[in-house]
Every structure is written in structure tokens, then in C-alpha cells.
């Protein structure tokens, strides 16, 4: 039959395992291990996929359809389940068209977006149709049936492309991408849908006028085609027998509307029209024949007009003697059309499984992420207002060296027993030496994280000035998107995180000067209890071991029995808040589901404060508490000091210094422990964040590569190649004589060689001239612009303010290391105001994805 099929895209090797790895690692944190092994192995059984389906396509077999199918359902899947901006993976394809050059170089383009990587399976998709389609047997239903349900999914694949391709592609595109292409091959295949049609109509005999309304239409569709393929932007694309064939056809498909309107023209005795169709059909498939250079096109239908036109006129001049009309003046069949576009709905595997089913929507995870930051700041508020209470009452009972003051009266010149316990705990906790281990240690983990962050800014600036240097080389040539702008929010990020550990440092050195303060208190409490009975000066003239009787004292240490009691009741409070947990996963889904967007502020705040109520009810009434018991406690002790008369002498000063040492041991001892989780967090955080860069620059050299070759390939031919002159108007077009305007088309200059121009006369164009002037850098796009970036390339269509970063675990208020429950200590995250402040985020709203390939019924039952 010489139906016509689409050449594939070329693609270039990819590994999608590291890079997809490291971006659901730095925005799944909360997987738990089974989870993220079979995460793990749906990466590399999506590597795997992508290498066998993108080679699959050049067998040109109907097994290769199935496997892109289901290649580009998984991509369509994983595309709403991950930030696709930020996977840096350097999807290389080559213009289908494009044929070479002599150096061996190819139009193609390079982009990180996981949208340009379906764009161009999808081409192949169609193109594979396409070339499955023409493959097909014409003279079995079975082979019409698949030939006309491929072409026209093939058609509604290129119609839906001219869209995603727009989208997708923010700068030059690729030829066979263009719109102009997508249009022409859109039309092309729809056209040659409606020819099986119109094959199928006339093996089964339908009524003549039916078979005539279908060519009608079929003529048109191939018309619309032709005029498609002739524009000059991509007239030069086509092979040389493409436009005269579909020039062919479409003069075939009118002989064959105008041979069965004759035969309902005989059949209402209207012999003087059947004869003028007659002839108009005879002329017509000549033209088709001449256009296509193939002299038996349709032959078996040119030997039927040619037989019934002789009968015709036979009979008409010796019966009926009607006067033959002119064609142009009689009316036409009308037209149906039965090749449609149809919608593309997803999945297009009818056996999909989606390999990523354990992640959730980006809009949900990142909701989720968000609403985990609401509660954490919550939860860290209401801790930090505990600990600073408590931290406050420490030190009123410091300054009135209580409880020791009530039970050295009792106890003369021993240590008092509160201490002896606070020293004896100290010294099993490892003393003062523990924490000179702890804080020894702080600044390798510091050294550790700026080098992390130092050597990420590094591969950013030698991209940069790669950028910068070939950009002032080759200017305006040098077309990419710069690196400034490309890696905005990457630099923006890494400021961010530059900040956090300038924030980190100054509370380390807090730690440090504070350690300082009570130096002298924690060497006490670090000695063996006879050491520091020796240490302890004995007590004074003014002690009275009876005043421990006294009334006042009986009230101290009752009101000491209560502050212990309130201190206890606070950390049950404080181990409630940090076991919160909170899943709206469920919720945000269902809202996503019939909304189409999660407002989550709304919904967590309401949740959130369902949980937290309660236990901030509790908070509130032991700060109230406190207040009362300071009073009572202040109040106690001038009593007892007034009743006792007991004097602050060194005695008394020493045991106040050993009880704020104590109460800064326990302090420090927590900060750093927490302080080294956060260092070791925030390790793993700049590791991603290292490795995405790594993954950008990698990218950007690939790209840079792509377009210093396609800019050396063009300089080479711009050398070599001569000026071409101008094609003569008479070398651009044939057109068939004595037809109709309607049915009139133009067979392309490339149909056949031009002949040599008359001595002095114009030499003709060794090359269309439509090839001239297409710079091989154009087709690049020459910029990055749909490469995702950690953040900042966002490819349209992007909500306004949409920030992806979001969902990467950032330390807000100590938010988000692991493990993901983890509160802020008061000290890191309050006195020294050391780890940022909160950090927001917004959801995206996911765009519904369009459906699969598949011919409805129409009236033939297919």
C-alpha cells in the first residue's frame, strides 16, 4: 500500500538509579527500611525498563508498543510522586528527521526533565504505531482493524504532543518536535486512518454514496497534510518521497470520490454526470500516479474508471445522448469522517502496576512534611517553655543554696545528702571529662559540615566560570540558560545551610563559655566523695543544727518535696509532647482527590490542636504552679534565715556553686548530645544536597558538551559549505492541469532534480532551500531551562510561589533530623537561638494527566 511511518528519536544511555536514589532519599526521610528496599528495587527495575523500551521501538514490532506503554505509565506515575525539577539526569535525544552530516554529528537536545524524557517516548510511541500500522495486511479485516486503530492512536499522540512538547521544552526544540512537525504528522496519520476506512467500505461492498462521503473526507484529511507538510519550516524535514506521495494520494483519494459518485450518478440514470465524473477520475488517478512517481498507485481502481468510463460513453452515444456537464458545476457527495483524534487517557498499559506505590503524591508528601513542621514548632514551643521554667526555678534554689542550706543545719560539717546524690550521679555519668569529650568534638563535626557544604559551592563556581568563559567566547551563540540564573536556589539553599552553621557555632561557643562558668563546681562534683569532702569548708559560727526544727525549715523542705514533684510531672509532660504523633496522610489524600489541592494550614492547625490541646492545658498549669511555689519558697527561706540565723559564709557559697554546677552538668550534658545528633543530621542533609550538585554540574557538562560539539559541527559547515543561491520560482512547485482549485496541491521541488539552468540563466540550489540557515545549536533550545534544579528550575506549568525545597528536610527549630520526632533542645533552640527559623512550605497542584490509546466503536464495529 506505501503507507508512510514516522522515524524514531534516537535516545542516549541514562542510569536513573543514583540520582532518583539520592532525591527520594533526601524527601522520603520517614520510609521505613522495608519501604525504601522496595523503593530501591522500583528504581532499578525502572533503569532496566527505560533501556530495554527506548531501543525497543527501532525492531518496528507490535511487541515494542506494550513495554513503552508501560515505561511511559511509570513515568507519568512517578512524575506526580516526586519534585521532577529536582532529578538531575541528563535526557539525551536526537532529532528524528535529521540525517547527519558528513562529520557525523546529529541535531539533538539534552534536558533533565522527566517531561521532555516522556515527550520523546511518546513520539516513539507514535512512530512505532506508525511503522505497525503500515506493516499491516489490506486485505484481512483483522490487518484494517489494527492498521486504522494505530494510525489514528498514532494521530491523537502527535495532536497531544503539541502540547506537552510546548510545555515542556522552554526553548528551540528539536525539528520533529516543532509544532509545524507535530501538526503535519498529526495529519498525516490521520489521513491514512481514514484510507483504511475507505479500504474496509469498499471490501465490504457499502453503498456506493457511503464509500464516496468516506473518499470525500479522506481526500480532505490528505489535503490538510499535504498543506501541513509544505510549510517552510518544515517542508525540508521529510524524506523526498513523502510530499509527492501524500500528493499522490490525496489526488487518488478525490479519483476514487469522484468513481463512486458515478456509480450513484448511473444509478439515478444521471449518464451525462456519471460520464463527466468518469473522465475527472480518470484524469485524477493519472495526476496521482504522475505526483507519486509510482505509475501502478491505485492502478486496479484506474483500469475500473477507465473500463466503465469507455462502457459509459458507448452507451451514452448510441442511447441516452445526455449532454456531459462540467464536473466543476456538479454537486459533491458530501463527506464522513470515522478517523478521529482521540483522547489519550493513562495509564496506556492495560496491565500497569505502579512500581512506586509506596510514595505518595508530591502535593501529599509535601504537605505532610509541612504539617510535621507545624507540630515539631508547636511541640518545641511548648518544651522549651518547660525547660526555661525549670531552668528558672534551678536557679532561685541556686542563689538560696536550697534544699543544702535546710539540710547542712541539720548535718553540721557534712556534705548534705542532696549533693552527695547530685555529685554521686555526676561521677557515674562520667564527670567532668565527658563532657570535655563532648565539646572536643564539636568542631571536627563542624569542620565536617562546611567541608561538605565548601566543596558543593566549589563545583558551582568552576561550572559557573566554565559557563562565563565560553559564553564570552562564543556570545550570542552560546544560547544555554547561565549558570547565575540556573543555580539561583541552589546557592540560595546552600546560604541557608551556610547560616545554620554559623547559628550552630555560636551556640557552641555559648556551650563553651558556659562550661567556662562552672569549671571550678564541675571538678568538684567529678571527685570521689572523700576528695570533695575535703574541698567542702566546714561550716560556720553561725550554724545552728537546731534550726532544722524549726518551723521554717519543716516548710522548706515541704515546699522542696513539691518542686521535685513539679519537675517529674514536667517530664512526663515533655515525654508526651515528643512521643506526638500525627498521620493526615489519609486526609490530605482525600482532599487532593476531590479538590484537587490540600490547603494545609487549615487542616493541621485543626489536627494539630485536636492532640496538643490537652497537654498544653497541662503546660499552662505548671507555669501557674511555679509561680505560687517561687513565692512560698522566697518567702520560706527569709523566715528560716530570720529564725536560724544562719550566715552566708564560704560554706555556704561552695554548696551553692556545687548545686548550679550540677544543674549545668545535666544541662550541657543534654545540649551536646543533641547538639552532636544535630551536626551528624545535618551531615546527612548536605550529602544530598552535595550529591544533587554534583548531579546539576554533571548535567551542565553533558549539555555544555552537546552544544560545543553542534556549535563546532556548524562552524565546520559554514566553512565548507558555499553560499547557496536562491531556487528559481519555476524549480518550487508542479501543479496537475485542468483540476479543480479544491483538489489542486503542490508537489514539492525536491519530487525530482531540477534540470540544469540555460547558459547565463540562474544555477539551481544543490540543497532545498529550506535546509539553509538551520544553525545545528538552535535545535538545542540552548538552555536548561526544563532542568530541574535542587529547586529553582521549575518547568512550566508551576504554581506561582511553589517551592519545592520545601520538602527536603530543612533544620527548622532542629525539625526534621532524624529521628523525624526529634524536639529542639531549649538551649540549641531557644537561648542561643542557634538552627533557623521555621521554614514553610506550599503545595503543588498536580495537573491531571491525560488517557490512553484506544478506538471507540464507530459504525464499521471497530
Not at 510514595?359 to 501529599?364: I, M
Request: with cysteine; aromatic share 6%; net charge negative.
Amino acid at each position: 500500500m506505501g503507507l508512510l511511518s514516522v522515524p524514531m528519536k534516537k535516545p542516549s544511555e541514562v542510569d536513573f538509579a543514583k540520582p532518583l536514589k539520592t532525591l527520594v532519599q533526601s524527601n522520603y526521610r520517614n520510609l521505613e527500611p522495608d519501604q525504601l528496599n522496595v523503593i530501591n528495587e522500583a528504581i532499578a527495575e525502572l533503569n532496566t525498563l527505560r533501556n530495554t523500551a527506548v531501543w525497543k521501538v527501532f525492531d518496528k514490532q507490535e511487541s515494542g508498543l506494550e513495554v513503552n506503554y508501560r515505561y511511559y505509565d511509570q513515568l507519568s506515575a512517578l512524575e506526580s510522586k516526586i519534585p521532577v525539577q529536582e532529578l538531575q539526569v541528563p535526557f539525551k535525544w536526537k532529532d528524528a528527521f535529521d540525517k547527519g552530516s558528513i562529520f557525523g554529528g546529529r541535531i539533538s537536545l539534552t534536558l533533565t526533565s522527566i517531561a521532555y524524557e516522556r515527550t520523546c517516548v511518546l513520539f516513539n510511541l507514535a512512530a512505532l504505531q506508525s511503522a505497525v500500522a503500515s506493516s499491516q495486511s489490506t486485505d484481512t479485516d483483522e490487518g484494517l482493524k489494527q492498521a486504522a486503530k494505530l494510525f489514528q492512536q498514532s494521530a491523537s499522540i502527535f495532536t497531544f504532543l503539541r502540547t506537552l512538547a510546548s510545555a515542556t521544552i522552554q526553548g528551540e526544540p528539536t525539528p520533529d518536535l516543532s509544532q509545524d512537525s507535530l501538526t503535519a504528522l498529526g495529519n498525516l496519520m490521520l489521513a491514512q486512518a481514514q484510507e483504511m476506512f475507505v479500504i474496509k467500505a469498499i471490501k465490504d461492498s457499502m453503498k456506493d454514496l457511503v464509500v464516496a462521503k468516506l473518499c470525500a473526507q479522506c481526500e480532505e484529511l490528505y489535503s490538510e497534510a499535504l498543506r501541513s507538510m509544505q510549510r517552510d519550516g518544515v517542508r525540508a524535514l521529510w524524506d523526498k518521497e513523502w510530499i509527492p506521495q501524500v500528493a499522490g494520494r490525496q489526488a487518488a483519494m478525490h479519483a476514487l470520490t469522484m468513481l463512486y459518485h458515478s456509480k450513484v450518478s448511473k444509478a439515478n440514470k444521471a449518464f451525462g454526470e456519471e460520464i463527466s465524473r468518469l473522465q475527472k477520475a480518470v484524469e485524477l488517478f493519472k495526476t496521482a500516479q504522475s505526483r507519486s512517481s509510482n505509475p501502478t498507485l491505485f492502478q486496479e481502481y484506474a483500469n475500473r474508471a477507465q473500463k466503465s468510463l469507455a462502457e459509459a460513453k458507448k452507451d451514452n452515444d448510441f442511447i441516452y445522448n445526455e449532454v456531459i456537464p462540467d464536473v466543476n458545476n456538479l454537486p459533491s457527495p458530501g463527506k464522513a469522517q470515522l478517523a478521529k483524534v482521540l483522547p489519550l487517557a493513562t495509564p496506556l498499559s492495560e496491565e500497569f502496576h505502579d512500581l512506586f506505590g509506596a510514595l505518595v503524591p508530591v502535593a501529599v508528601n509535601q504537605a505532610l512534611a509541612a504539617c510535621e513542621g507545624r507540630k515539631s514548632e508547636m511541640v518545641n514551643g511548648e518544651i522549651m517553655r518547660l525547660r526555661e521554667a525549670t531552668s528558672a526555678l534551678n536557679g532561685l534554689l541556686s542563689s538560696l543554696n536550697l534544699p543544702a542550706i535546710v539540710e547542712v543545719t541539720a548535718s553540721g560539717d557534712s556534705l548534705p545528702p542532696s549533693l552527695q546524690e547530685k555529685a554521686s550521679a555526676v561521677r557515674e555519668k562520667g564527670g567532668i571529662a565527658q563532657l570535655k569529650e563532648l565539646i572536643e568534638r564539636l568542631p571536627e563535626l563542624f569542620t565536617r559540615n562546611k567541608e561538605i557544604l565548601d566543596e558543593a559551592f566549589r563545583m558551582m563556581d568552576e561550572e559557573r566560570d566554565s559557563d562565563n568563559q565560553l559564553r564570552a567566547q562564543f556570545k550570542d551563540r552560546w544560547t544555554r540558560t547561565s549558570s547565575d540564573k540556573l543555580a539561583a536556589t541552589f546557592r540560595a539553599n546552600g546560604e541557608k545551610y551556610r547560616t545554620i552553621i554559623n547559628n550552630a557555632t555560636a551556640a557552641d561557643k555559648v556551650i563553651r563559655e558556659k562550661f567556662a562558668t562552672h569549671k571550678h563546681g564541675l571538678e568538684l562534683l567529678s571527685m570521689t566523695a572523700d576528695q570533695l569532702a575535703k574541698e567542702i569548708p566546714s561550716a560556720g559560727a553561725g550554724s545552728n543544727s537546731q534550726a532544722s526544727n524549726s518551723s521554717a525549715a519543716q516548710t522548706l523542705r515541704s515546699l522542696m518535696e513539691s518542686v521535685e514533684t513539679m519537675k517529674a510531672e514536667r517530664e512526663c509532660i515533655e515525654s508526651e509532647l515528643k512521643g506526638l504523633t500525627i498521620d493526615l496522610k489519609d486526609r490530605f489524600l482525600s482532599a487532593l482527590s476531590t479538590e484537587g489541592v490540600i490547603n494545609e494550614p487549615a487542616i493541621s492547625l485543626s489536627e494539630i490542636g485536636k492532640v496538643i490541646g490537652p497537654l498544653q492545658e497541662q503546660v499552662g498549669e505548671t507555669l501557674a504552679r511555679q509561680q505560687v511555689l517561687s513565692t512560698e519558697v522566697r518567702e520560706a527561706h527569709e523566715r528560716f534565715v530570720s529564725e536560724s540565723g544562719v550566715s552566708t559564709d564560704q560554706r555556704d557559697r561552695t554548696l551553692s556553686e556545687l548545686a548550679a554546677a550540677y544543674d549545668v552538668f545535666t544541662e550541657l550534658q543534654g545540649y551536646l548530645q543533641e547538639g552532636e545528633t544535630f551536626y551528624n543530621g545535618l551531615t546527612e542533609i548536605l550529602l544530598v544536597y552535595q550529591s544533587k550538585i554534583s548531579d546539576y554540574c554533571f548535567a551542565r557538562k553533558t549539555e555544555k558538551e552537546e552544544l560545543m560539539k553542534d556549535l563546532t559541527h556548524e562552524s565546520s559547515r559554514q566553512a565548507s559549505v558555499a553560499p547557496t543561491p536562491v531556487i528559481p520560482t519555476h524549480h518550487t512547485s508542479t501543479t496537475a492541469s485542468n483540476e479543480p482549485a479544491s483538489t489542486s496541491a503542490s508537489a514539492p521541488a525536491s519530487a525530482a532534480p531540477p534540470a540544469a539552468a540555460a547558459a547565463g540563466g540562474t544555477a539551481p540550489a544543490p540543497y532545498p532551500q529550506q535546509m539553509q540557515g538551520i544553525p545545528m545549536a538552535a535545535a538545542y533550545g540552548g538552555n536548561m531551562a526544563a532542568m530541574g534544579g535542587f529547586t529553582g528550575y521549575v518547568p512550566p506549568p508551576m504554581p506561582q510561589g511553589f517551592n519545592p525545597y520545601g520538602t527536603l528536610p530543612y533544620p527548622s527549630a532542629y525539625t526534621g533530623f532524624p529521628p523525624a520526632t526529634m524536639v529542639l533542645p531549649a538551649y540549641y533552640g531557644t537561648y542561643p537561638g542557634a538552627y533557623g527559623a521555621q521554614h514553610h512550605q506550599q503545595q503543588q497542584q498536580q495537573q491531571p494527566q491525560p488517557g490512553a490509546p484506544g478506538a471507540p466503536p464507530n459504525q464499521m464495529g471497530w
